[in-house]
């Protein structure tokens, strides 16, 4: 998919986010054709240009989530740094930041203010805990955000301490949230002519994908405990260890299909007490599931991955193999769809990393084949970026970093 051809092609996004949440959203607007410009503090820049993986003194954190961005080092301190800042609002379509509830409008750089010298202007912010409220003060990290918002409460095992999951999924759910509502804002400015706020909350946004566990804390009145890898639906539903050292899920929503995986195992006494359809049956299914769910572990204790995956598959249960990133980096279909992107780096070699799985017309609206996007020093588009945007000569641009207004070290 060309340029020409992606959806935000032409817009321009001020990019003040750091860390994850914000950037993360920014590179989806960057995958979907927009030019993201990211507005970093001299010298250090965005803080996760000092997170690992490193390899040659280049942030593999960094890189993932700001790959083909174009970075200036303003001083936004500086009365000159806020004067640039507001020229080039009235070039930009979205601003996007994820401070502190209250920063921006310190700084005088409030969506208050931005809106009157841009009306058309899409401002979008993720906070910790939103710009008001109780907790509004609180600073928001993904854990925190994770522990607060419910989900630590329901991952893991009974019995054992709250447990996070493995990749910052608060984070990358405030991102996915913030660029959702600034792509209806963009459609809601072409039929007013006018732009809006967006915000989101970290706590919020956890809180409303915890599934049908508020429902049933609503209508149950009790906490809702861990799981593990079961569900209340029944059995089989677990990851199973097979004899030759692989770990399989297997997730059963119908009797027919539990009915038929407990003869194949040789559980006709299982099978033939708890079949059947309807309400009554799942719940004698729920019931009775870590007896069900143990059965059938033993059985596939004694056979191979591939065995329980065909008998599973014969059921028309879903399934499939616990795979690991390496696993997934070399996996046949992931390369088909075009979401493992081989990238040579300049100073990191070749690495691969993900693509954007959003498709149009069978196709990624991301890193296209033989693409080669690289993220930005430190200041790297200073002069480019205002010669453009602002139309500076580069002598101005000389001045700027002489005040002290641009980073002189790039």
Not at 94 to 119: R, S, T
Not at 229 to 242: F, Q, V
Not at 346 to 370: C, Q, W, Y
Request: proline share 6%; glycine share 10%.
């Amino acid at each position: 998919m060309s340029d020409r051809t992606k959806p935000l092609s032409g817009y321009t996004i001020l990019d003040l986010t750091w860390v994850y949440s914000g950037p993360y959203c920014t590179s989806m607007l960057l995958d979907f054709g927009a030019d993201v410009i990211k507005i970093e503090g001299p010298k250090r820049g965005d803080h996760s240009r000092d997170f690992p993986p490193f390899k040659n003194g280049v942030s593999g954190y960094y890189y993932g989530i700001n790959r083909g961005k174009r970075s200036i080092a303003l001083n936004l301190k500086s009365e000159k740094g806020k004067a640039l800042f507001l020229e080039m609002v009235k070039k930009a379509d979205m601003v996007v930041e994820n401070f502190v509830p209250g920063v921006m409008e310190k700084m005088g750089l409030g969506y208050d203010v931005l809106k009157e010298i841009n009306p058309r202007l899409i401002y979008g912010s993720v906070y910790g805990f939103g710009s008001w409220g109780p907790y509004s003060k609180m600073r928001g990290l993904d854990s925190v955000a994770q522990a607060m918002g419910g989900l630590m409460s329901l991952t893991g095992y009974p019995g054992m301490p709250p447990l996070k999951t493995g990749p910052a999924v608060a984070d990358a759910v405030c991102g996915m949230y913030l660029c959702i509502g600034l792509l209806a804002a963009a459609l809601e400015r072409e039929k007013t002519g006018e732009g809006k706020r967006v915000e989101v909350g970290m706590m919020d946004a956890v809180f409303s994908v915890l599934e049908d566990c508020v429902v049933r804390a609503s209508l149950e009145g009790k906490a809702f405990p861990p799981r593990g890898n079961t569900d209340p639906l029944g059995a089989p539903w677990d990851a199973y260890e097979t004899c030759d050292g692989r770990w399989v899920m297997l997730c059963s929503m119908g009797g027919a299909s539990f009915e038929k995986i407990y003869r194949s195992i040789g559980r006709d006494d299982i099978a033939d007490e708890f079949s059947g359809e309807g309400e009554d049956a799942i719940a004698r299914r729920s019931a009775a599931r870590d007896e069900h769910n143990a059965a059938l572990a033993e059985w596939a204790k004694r056979h191979t991955s591939d065995e329980l995956i065909r008998i599973a598959e014969e059921a028309r249960i879903s399934c499939g193999p616990v795979l690991t990133i390496p696993e997934l980096l070399e996996d046949p279909h992931l390369k088909a769809r075009e979401m493992v992107v081989d990238i040579k780096h300049p100073r990191m070699g070749d690495i691969k990393t993900f693509n954007n799985p959003i498709m149009f017309d069978e196709h990624s609206v991301g890193i296209a084949p033989g693409e080669n996007p690289l993220e930005p020093e430190i200041g790297e588009h200073d002069a480019e970026v205002l010669q453009q945007l602002l139309g500076l000569s580069e002598e101005e641009v000389a001045r700027l970093r002489e005040e002290g207004v641009l980073w002189a070290g790039v």
